[in-house]
């Protein structure tokens, strides 16, 4: 509460501050919990169901919390084109969660992307922001150890 | 210090970088650099000076072109031509300062070339090289040459003299001047640059914005992040010469939130030049919010007011109501970092590059199956032929030219046969694509132009706002349609319905994400017919792409029974013993390609057809 609070106050609780606010709430917490927009609406006077249309209008926010490794998968044109949805498939598979879900022990999420720069080391995956490129299906089981 | 000063100081700086006694090292720290390993890079090189005890400066530059062979450096010393090597790796990168920096030899390995860099301007074996020759490195100049963090590297090469020669301008002379040199703009549509000045210019309203669209949505291009991790102050300087001629109270830059690191060579960029006192107007950085369709300049605005980015119809344009409803110009990045060139270098440099309606430059992000892929900037004119086959080396892999896709979700797919297509506005509309903001994507005969098109169609339906009936529906059913035919359930009224659908939704939507989006369907429709029926009439994907209509085999001649793909598969598919030839289970079968990554003997292949 502190936190959200403190992200609050640096803005007026304008209308254009809502999609930063929410940028930040999602920053702090790593997805949008439902008390922080319950907060937001009485700071700015919009209604609740306002911020949700808004907030799930945008790709970029999540309602449900990231797990410990975020995993995003590019699945740009060339990673497309090099076999991207193999590799999202084989993670699905070696995860057994759906992209945009995170695993019941918090361990992993998962999230696909249009491109993420390095389209000629392509298809890529991002654990945590460090980027593997040019990466292989049989290499997931490695990469993504699971604890049991 | 008043600016000439100021120009001076800085001019002595930069240039000791390449003709200093202290040794510098050039590292590529744009985004492609960092994935490609740069920050490793740099470190090695960090420790390796602090070990050896060399002084010498480390300079981190944006991307000068060469992706496809990050990480690249540049090793300066002393009067000579620097030499730029890429791709580093650790190894070569120790060897680079041991050899080239303390023993003054130049290292034999993965050369990409010399570069020298004084006031006259730059040159080297490098701008010679097959990936450079026939690029004009305009826009796109001072990339991977200077450290955009660093405000001096700018001024020493000309920045901000552009702002200030248009600040002793009128506005008439503004426009009049980019009227002349013929700019339209990089975002897409292609619209004359200064009509739309001018039509904000001369709306009544005493409060007026300026918008730089920095969204680049298009899933597959990265032109605009380049240039804004390249060079950030050539933007800036664009946005503040068009908040002077239409007198705009405010600026706002549309920044992807996907792009963090041009989000902070933005902003260091603005602290810098708040400093030395040039930023006459407010500018502020949104951050978008991954929505494709907010890459429309009604929706951004709509966006940037908070609310839900929605387009809406069109006239009123956004010149006379605009953001919070008043007259607003909104242009793409490039657009403004071409408008900061038309202003240092003079109008007549920018329009003797190009054709006769389309001037000046085009940056496009070259990706796919080739060998050279990156970043590049050719005179509007080249041909689609130079560019794959000259700049991008040709296929990789000895395979053979299929098709080039341009323009992204709203562009289309030209066959091989086309490739002598010049790259201009009017050529590539005329042919069914577009010249969009510069995706550029070369498909061999590897991939499968049904999927393609489906690849794209999932991408805008997905994208779609909503808000109009045809764009919504009919880019869902035309997906539908296309996921059956890849999946092997098409039948062949499917043709004549994708048709019909696509003109629809061409010709009813409200915004020009519905208008475009059936464009990768029409043009594969219209020059990959053959493909298109293959799927629906035989069940197979003759480049042996679309999963349910291909299979994996072995072949029985090459396989040594090495059972190194029976240990890589994931659902144990393939059968077999020592020694002797194993086969694949196709009930089994996830088709997910791990066995034939592990053939050394290449005897698993992929064939047409379910199996
Ligand atoms: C769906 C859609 C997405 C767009 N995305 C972008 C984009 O990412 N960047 C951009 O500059 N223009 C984009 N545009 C075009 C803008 O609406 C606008 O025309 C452009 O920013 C004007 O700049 P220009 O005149 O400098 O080209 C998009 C248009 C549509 C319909
Ligand atoms: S064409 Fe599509 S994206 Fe554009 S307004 Fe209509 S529904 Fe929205
Ligand atoms: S498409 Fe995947 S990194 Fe560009």
Redesign the interface.
Known sequence: MQRLRKILESYQG???????V??DIQKEYGYLPENALKELSKYTGVSEGQIY??AT?????RFKPKGGKHVIVC????C??K?S??II??IQ?HLKIKEGDTTPDHEYSLEA??????????P?IMINEK?I?KI???QI?RLLPQKS | MNFEELVQEAKKEYYSIFQGELPAILIGSA??G???GANEITKVIEDEITRENIEARIIPVGCIGS??A?PIIGIFKGKKEGVLYGPVNKNLAKKIIKENIMEDKTVKENILGTIHVNEAGTGGSFFESDFMRLQSRQILRRCGLINPEDINHYLATGGYTGLLKALEMGADEIINTIKKSGLRGRGGAGFPTWLKWNLCRQSNSQEKYIICNADE??????MN?SLLEGDPHSVLEGILIGAHTIKAKKAYIYCR??YPAALKKLKKAMKDLEKIGLLNTEIVI??????FVCGEETALMA???????MPRTRPPFPTTKGLWGKPTVINNVETFAAISLIFQEGVEQFSSMGTESSKGTKTF?L???IKR??LIEVPLGTTLKEVIFDIGGGIKNGENLKAV?IG?PSGGCLPASMIDTEIDYDSLTSAGAIMGSG?L?V?SDN?CMVE?AR?FLEFTQRES?GKCVPCRLGTQQMLLILNDIVQGNGNPEDIETLHEVAETVKAASLCGLGQTAPNPVLTTLKYFMEEYVEHIMDKRCPAAYC?ELMHYFIDKERCTGCMACLK?C?NNAIVGVENEPHFIDQVKC?????CM??CREGAILKVPGPG
């Open positions: 304008k209308r254009e501050d809502i999609i930063p929410l940028q249309g808004i209008f945008y790709a970029q926010f699945t740009g044109t060339a497309h084109v076999g949805d193999q498939d084989t598979r992307v249009g491109c993420i720069g390095c389209c000629s080391l392509a890529c980027v490129s292989k299906p049989r089981k | 985004t492609c960092i994935s490609a992706c496809y990050e949505g298009d899933p597959g291009a990265f992040r939130a996907e949104k951050k978008g919010a991954g929505a966006s940037i007011e908070g609310r839900r980015g992000s990706v796919g199956d892929t990156g896709q992204g995706g994507v498909l991939s393609i690849y706002c999963r890589a994931p996830l088709k997910c390609g791990s990554d592990v």
